[in-house]
Each structure stands twice: as structure tokens, then as C-alpha cells.
């Protein structure tokens, strides 16, 4: 839903840097009208008036509907007017107040959102040809308000209001056999501000109350939430297919050659919340901090060659206080980083994937430690995670086939259901709650696993593949491990009281019979695990299983 309206909304605000040729404002409409149905809206005019070199549209509805009826977003401009400058250029100007809706279902029931798009100061110019056309414009302020939200009979405020200050965009647009676009933007920053009360009232009592007929009700939850982020930069290409709607078949516009690309990045953000609440028995309740980050840079592609979503976010930091807690929970996290890559369309022949995550210098503050380890038993150094895997897979049907999307949301409900009946002490098959799967993977590489924390330390990587019986759960292959520290991390235990001193012959044993001690000596210990075709397993040559 968020994604529909910033694209809804950068789309009327899009440019590009002028370029040579004349072009009229019925064109430039026209190049508007074909962008957005380009990306699955639907544009209809209420009245039109053309008069010489000036174009003026009133009530000018920019929609979206979801498959299913499950969603509709919708803009409506009072007014947008087009005026040739006498140079070959349209200078475009909207009306400062653009109403909008969101329809949504959630659990069943309808949901409205109301609100409106402001925009202060703004001008958009474009110059060009009809088939070669570029978009230049800046904003000095674009607000996006939420202000209700229906349920069924409810109407409540929704205060909650997204600001961007100094908004330039550039996009060029060319029209061919299909619609190739460039853009470029840049904002000083984004403000967030919410404040949302009487959060646990659904309507059925008295509002601000929390009575909802029942005795010992947790009273309403307030949240008050505000940010921002600064230095915003982004930039994206893609070719949209003129044929084809990717809001009703997503595979089908990939086929037909839907591929846009695009990074975003932002510099420093702080984002404060405070939650307060009253329980049952009266009392209050708070939790208020703040969450912070020195900067973040996401990529992302999808095209019939697959999706990729890459990213890394640099020095975050947070601290909460909680009601009952004798210290605020504080932590920082040096970096973190993503990479997603899979394919998306359906194919007999395997397709490379990638599932990568890294957590580094993850530090908890000491009144987190001092909570069950007052003493400093344990190394308290900063802990790291890192995920990476790479190999081949075939997807048996289209990830965005809407029979699988049907056929997931089925096997949704007759969990529901399964969930209802087992209430009831009624038995729940499993079967009836299988969600498909298209994954069918044929090689995997597992070039990293290491997780480092309380003084010990795993690092694994090895390759498996899929057999020639094709039997997916009997994987064949070699992977190995190394762990460090680990005795010393059981005594420490033993010393903290969380495991027994009886039960730690037990647990060295079990270590004992998956691996060996290094080489080098030392607390460190070492495992080959081999796979073989049926479904034997040897650790360090010895049959497990």
C-alpha cells in the first residue's frame, strides 16, 4: 500500500532536464496518462477546457485497484493546468490540495483511510518531443496527511502526516514499442510525525476508556511516534511493457519485458517513540526511546531475470525505557547488511539465488548485561553475524502467478479453520493447511555461516546439491565447521548458575561425537560432515545417520 502511494505520488511530481524539440500541453497530458496506466492506474477527467496554449483539467481522478478487490487507492486533483511557454516548453502547476483515499480489507472487514496531498511552492516544466519527453520540477514542501480511518461503523482520527522539504526530481521518458524511463531525485529530508490515541478502543465501548463490555480491560494505547531523515537521493531506470498490466498479471509483464532498477539512499534519521497505556489493574504504562542511523543505501532490479533487494545500513543505535524494567534497553549495531537474488519466472533450467546477511559490532549496553550477568561472567565484546549462500534452483511455477497467490491465501484460511477446529478439540490436518512451494533447489552453497558472541565463535561452509534421485531432503555434499571457545563458554554457564555442573560431562560427550579438537589445540574443535546418496550421514568419517 505505502509503495503505491509514494509511486502515485512521485509519478505527478517526476522531471528531467530539458532537452531540445516543441512539445504542447495536450501531449504532455497525454505522456502522464500513459505513464501511470503504464504502471496499472487507471486516469479519467472530469471536465476539460483547451483554450490557445493553455489546457485545464478539473477533477482529475488517479487510481489503482488490486486484484480481488482487496485494494483501491485513490487521488483526486480539483485542478491541474498545462500552459505552453512560448519556447517550446508546458510549465504545469496542480492544485495545492490533492484528496486521497486508501481501501484496504483486513481479517475481512473494510478498511478506509482518508487524507490529502499538499504541495507548497511547486512547478513542474517539460520540454521535448511527444515520443522523447522530459520532466523537470521542484517542490518546496510535498505533505502526505492521513487523517480518518473507517471500520465497518468506526470513524477515528488518524493524525499521521509524512513531509518532504526541497523535493527535485528529473525523468525522462521516451515512447517506443514500449515506455523507457530515467529518473533522478533528491530531497533535503523527510519528517514523520504520528500521534495515535484510543489505539485499543475498537468502538464498542467508550472511547478514551478502553471499556469494551469486559471487566479488567487493558485501557487504550497511545502512540506517539516522530522522525527524520535527511539527504535523500535516488535514482532509477525501467522499461514498461505498453501491452501489458503488471497491477492484474505481474508474469505476464514480465514476460513481455517489464525490468526497472533503482537505488536509494539517505543519510542520518532519528525516530522517536513513546507508547503509554493503562492495565488492568489501573496502572500506567510507557515505553519511550529513540532510534538512530548514520546513514543507508538500498539497491534493488526486477525483470524477467530476476529481483534482486541489496542494502546496508551504517551505525544504528537504540535506547528504550519500559515501565518495570530497572534499566533502559540500549544496543548499536556497527553495519548491517542484505542481498536477496532469486528468480521469478518459471523455468525447466536452474537459476541462480542468493541469501545474504551480516550483522557487525552488535553491542548491548551494560544494563542489558547487568540483568542476568551482574558479575560479567561473560565477554561482553561486540557480536557478529554472517549468512551466505549462493546456488541454483528452478521455480515450478511463476512467483507472481496469481493461481499461487490464490492458492497460498486458500491454504491460509483452511489454517484458520484448522486452528478454529482444533479449539474445538477437533483434530487439524496438516495437508489442508500446505502452502504451495515453487522452489525446487539443485545446488547450494553454503560459502558462510559465523556467528561470534560471549566469547566463542562458528564458522561453517561447505556444498551440497540436490541427488540424482531428486529427493530434495536427502541432500549430497560436504560441509564443514569450526567452533571456538566453547568450553570456556560452558564453564561460564556452569559459573552463572544456567547450566548444572552435572550436566556439563553430557554436553561435552555430545560435542565428542560431531568433533574433533583442532589441530593446533587449543579451545577450538573442528567437523567434516559428509552427505552421501540415500541419506547417510558421517561426521568426522563416523556414520550418524
Known sequence: MFLRTATSTLAVLALTVPAFG????????????????????????????????????????????????????????????????????????LADTIPMSVRFTDDGEDVTLTGALTLRDSEIVTSGSAEDMTHDSRMGEVSLALQTMQT????????????????TSRQHVTRTDAMRFD????????????????????????AGTGDDGGEGSDGPTRVKLSGVVNDLRGASTGVMPLDADPGTDMAAALRAGLDVSGNLAAGAGRFELDVTRTDAEGQPENVAGHYTVEGTDVSFGFGPDGLKYQGAIDSTAAEFTVTGLPAPISYSMAETTFDVQMPVLKSDEPAPFKLAYSIGGLSLADGIWDLFDPQKVLPRAPASLDIDVTGLMRLTMDLFDPALAKAAEAAGDDAAGDDAAGSDGMDATDDDAATPNPFEPTEISLNKIALSAVGASFDSSGELRVPESGEMTQPVGTLNARIEGVNGLIDRLVQLGVLNSDEVAGYRMML????????????????EFEFREGGEIFANGQQVK
Open 512 to 527: 565428542a561425537m560431531f568433533a574433533r579438537p583442532a589441530p593446533e589445540g587449543g579451545d577450538a574443535l573442528v567437523s
Open 183 to 206: 529518473v533522478e531525485m533528491a530531497a533535503e529530508r523527510v519528517n514523520l510525525d504520528a500521534d495515535l490515541a484510543d489505539l485499543d478502543d475498537a468502538g464498542t465501548g467508550d
Open 22 to 93: 516543441d512539445v504542447s500541453p495536450a501531449e504532455v497530458w497525454q505522456n502522464w496518462i500513459e505513464y501511470y496506466q503504464a504502471n496499472g492506474y487507471n486516469v479519467t477527467e472530469g471536465t476539460r477546457e483547451e483554450a490557445g496554449d493553455t489546457l485545464v483539467l478539473r477533477d482529475v481522478a488517479i487510481t489503482y485497484a488490486a486484484p480481488g478487490d482487496e485494494l483501491d487507492l485513490r487521488f483526486v486533483a480539483p485542478e491541474i493546468s498545462l500552459l505552453a511557454t512560448g519556447d517550446g516548453r508546458v510549465r504545469t502547476t
Open 152 to 167: 465497518g461503523a468506526t470513524t477515528r482520527d488518524l493524525p499521521v502526516t509524512m513531509t518532504v522539504a526541497n523535493l
